[in-house]
């Protein structure tokens, strides 16, 4: 092809073009025996389905019960023997055996078994049938038939299509002999008119080839010219209105162009190095802005890292770009205001931790001391109990003495052996004195412990804080009490000291009698005066120890209810400590300052202990005390 002229291109050119001819008309044949075969397929699938209609319509006479089926078949078969479309086109049925039903050319078929009938090439087009019927409900089948009075088989392509309610394959068919031959009528027409037309198309391109090479080649001569570089020969043809002329024209165009193009390539290789050196430092600058990015990312993770990890001292130390320090400030600050409240949490924690210990302590301290108290109360109840009927007693001995001294003053000559009554009675009130001394201190001591528990109290309620301020306010009471008792018990004492006294005169007096009788008949109105007034006393006594023995009732309810109220205190405690621990246990795996948050530790265990078995004895409801035992020590 490089080497042909113009004009033996233009001859080539009109080759191509009678040969382009030719293809077309080739294929406008092939097109037209496809046009004309899809249109006959088309056509018989159609009288197919008109069929296939007529039988339908029989079919709804029959489920209408216009017809039995068997009168409904025959009407169909009956009709579509009649049936004719074209010069030799029919229909026929066969079931799904395959068996035919109907044939209107060959009735010698009809109920015979086609399943193994071939055309010439072999095929069994009854089974294609019966299979392309049952799997799609209609389609297309190629095979060879004979025409009806022939002997020879022809092409034919046939349609069929089920009829399922049935079991009938209806179908009809063409023969392609008759596409052959208007195929070959088209293609002898066209064959002329190619002919002719490639006998101008050869003639017009000789002419063109001869008029067209000669300013061609001229201009071609001044291109390679131009190619080698020679800007200034003039350009052929320019004076022309043809297509060579046009040529010429925008041959000298190229011409100034190019000398415009020499100009540009040089600013253009200028501009060319000046962006290649831009792009270098645009990517150079990238590479440092992904290095930058890649050293931030990679600190910021292994930060976020530890964090999750529970490690809170971890810090962004690396150096970073300077778009990225205030991310490294932030992540710093940040995870510094988590460490110093993580901090704070751990060391309230541990402040929790040791007051909630400190407080089950002394709690359980102050539990065993006021179980304690109760049953030195309950003693000191006892106690009293027996001081009250000693003084009763006291104060009905000092009546009968009365009574005893009146009877003496009327009957003084028999009064040696009331005299002798009188000294025994002296003597057994001076033991009585004595013994109630005895009691009486007793009492004072109680008083003087009970004052210390008070005491004692209200220092751990101190120790406890706001927790405690309730058994502050118990125990001042109880200090109080303790008070009175004692006041109340020197006040007996004082007494029993000047009844003591009082006896002892009255024993020297009752021992001058013997000695003087008659001097008792005067001594025996002083005398009387002292009885009464040691009934007197004895009586006041009795009231002061009723109102001591109320008092420590009201004590020993009040310790029961302190005693109560200290197990819930300690419960409550003990329910601190616990919480305390799974708060440190949750702060425990974050490490902070270079140290790790303090493990959770059992609260300690409080010491056994036996609590006291009380038993409820004497007027007041007091109880004695059963054989206690306590790991409590008096301070």
């Known amino acids: 092809m490089g080497g042909l002229t113009i004009s033996g291109r233009v001859n080539l050119l009109s080759v191509l073009a009678v040969a382009g ?36 319509h029989y079919h709804a006479q029959e489920r209408l019960g216009v017809m039995t089926r068997a009168q409904a078949q025959a009407a169909a078969l009956s009709t579509l023997r009649a049936l004719r479309y074209g010069q ?19 009735p010698q078929l009809e109920g015979e078994d086609l399943s193994a009938k071939t055309d010439a090439d072999g095929v069994f087009m009854f089974r294609e049938m019966t299979e392309v019927a049952r799997r799609d409900g209609g389609g297309f089948v190629n095979y060879r038939w004979a025409k ?41 027409a066209l064959g002329g008119m190619a002919l002719a037309v490639a006998v101008a198309v050869g003639a017009a391109g ?4 001869r008029s067209v090479a000669q300013p061609v080649v001229a201009l071609a001569a001044r291109m390679k010219r131009l190619a080698d570089g020679d800007r200034t020969t003039a350009i052929p043809g320019l004076a022309r209105r043809d297509e060579i002329g046009r040529m010429a024209g925008a041959l000298e165009v190229f011409r100034d162009a190019a000398i415009a193009n020499d100009r540009l390539e040089a600013e253009a290789a200028a501009q060319r190095q000046a962006a290649e050196e831009e792009r270098i430092r645009v990517e150079a600058e990238k590479a440092q802005t992904a290095e930058e990015d890649r050293i931030a990312i990679t600190a910021l993770g292994q930060g976020l890292n530890a964090m999750a990890s529970g490690d809170l001292t971890h810090r962004m130390t690396v150096s970073v770009a300077p778009k990225a320090e205030q991310l490294k400030a932030d992540f710093n600050a940040a995870i510094a ?14 402040a929790i931790r040791s007051g909630s210990n400190e407080i089950s302590q002394a709690s359980d301290d102050l539990s065993r001391r006021t179980e304690q108290q109760a049953a030195s109360l309950e003693e000191t109840a006892a106690a009293l109990d027996q001081i009250t009927a000693t003084v009763n007693r006291t104060a009905d001995g000092a009546r009968q003495a009365s009574g005893v001294a009146h009877s003496a003053r009327d009957d003084a000559e028999g009064s040696g052996q009331v005299v002798r009554d009188a000294v025994e009675a002296m003597s057994r009130i001076e033991a009585s004195s004595t013994q109630i001394g005895d009691i009486i201190g007793v009492i004072d001591e109680i008083a003087f412990q009970t004052n210390l528990l008070a005491l004692n109290a209200g220092v751990e309620a101190a120790r406890a804080g706001d927790a405690g301020r309730g058994f502050a306010v118990v125990a001042s009471e109880v200090r109080a009490l303790a008070q009175r008792s004692a006041e109340a018990a020197k006040e007996i004492k004082a007494l029993i ?15 001058q009698t013997g000695e003087a009788l008659q001097r008792i008949v005067g001594r025996v109105a002083e005398i009387d005066g002292l009885v009464a007034e040691i009934s007197a006393s004895a009586q006041e006594q009795a009231t002061g120890l009723q109102q001591v023995n109320a008092a420590v009732n009201q004590m020993d309810q009040v310790t029961q ?12 405690s003990h329910s601190l400590a616990q919480e305390a621990d799974v708060l ?7 490490r902070i300052g270079g140290a790790v948050a303090p493990e959770s530790s059992p609260a300690p265990a409080s010491a056994p202990r036996t609590v006291a078995v009380l038993k409820t004895v004497g007027r007041g409801g007091a109880a004695r005390l059963q054989e206690v035992e306590d790991d409590w020590q008096e301070f």
């Open 584 to 590: 440190a246990a949750s702060v425990a795996r974050f």
């Open 206 to 209: 000789w002419f063109l080839g």
């Open 21 to 56: 001819l030719l293809l077309v008309a080739g294929l406008s044949l092939m097109k037209l025996d496809g046009v004309l075969r899809d249109e006959i397929a088309d056509r018989t699938q159609k009288t197919v389905e008109v069929a296939h209609s007529v039988v339908a």
């Open 497 to 511: 000291s000047a009844s003591s006294q009082q006896v002892g005169a009255g024993v020297a007096l009752v021992g």
């Open 337 to 350: 205001q988590l460490e110093s409240a993580v901090a704070a949490v751990v060391a309230n924690v541990a």
């Open 88 to 106: 030799d086109d029919y229909f026929w049925v066969n079931d799904m055996q395959p068996r035919m039903v109907m044939h209107p050319f060959s």
């Open 561 to 572: 209810q302190n005693a109560a109220m200290v197990e819930e205190s300690t419960a409550a």
């Open 148 to 188: 009806p009075g022939q002997q020879e088989p022809a092409p034919k392509v046939s349609y069929v299509q089920a009829f399922k309610p049935w079991g009938w394959v209806i179908g009809s068919g063409v023969y392609t002999d008759q596409i052959v031959a208007a195929v070959g009528r088209a293609a002898l």
